[in-house]
């Protein structure tokens, strides 16, 4: 299975920016997807997931109101509008797919069975 993430890049504060994620290699679509994003020398943290059946979301406090995550169902594609950027949302970005679980467990950045992209950094100047 090939995850790969694309749309990263430098945003002005205030601005929006849409990631998008693609995962490849298996006729399995009953996939949870998700974003996590990490910043040098801090631990990868759940930005905003959802299940594989959908519809529930996970949005973390700190992006929650700003984020839209969307995926139509059984897709194997995945967005994340970021809206109203910050320079604290500078990260890189990884998507995290896997088989057949909830939004808040594909979300955890400890799971062994997620399949990861290689991330796209996003940076949010001032």
């Known amino acids: 299975v090939q995850v790969e993430e694309s749309g990263g890049g430098l945003v002005e504060a205030g601005h929006s920016r849409t990631l998008t994620c693609v995962f490849s290699?298996?006729?399995?679509?009953?996939?949870?997807m998700g974003w996590l994003r990490q910043v040098p020398g801090k631990e990868r943290e759940g930005v905003a997931c959802?299940?594989?059946?959908?519809?529930?979301?996970y949005y973390s406090d700190a992006v929650k109101g700003r984020f839209s995550l969307s995926r139509e169902r059984w897709s194997k594609t995945m967005s994340l509008k970021m809206d109203d950027s910050r320079p604290e949302d500078t990260a890189v970005y990884y998507c995290a797919i896997r088989r057949g679980v909830t939004h808040t467990m594909v979300c955890s950045p400890h799971d062994r069975s997620i399949y990861w992209g290689s991330g796209t950094q996003v940076t949010v100047f001032s």
């Open positions: 290699g298996t006729t399995q679509n009953d996939y949870a």
């Open positions: 959802i299940g594989w059946s959908g519809p529930d979301i």
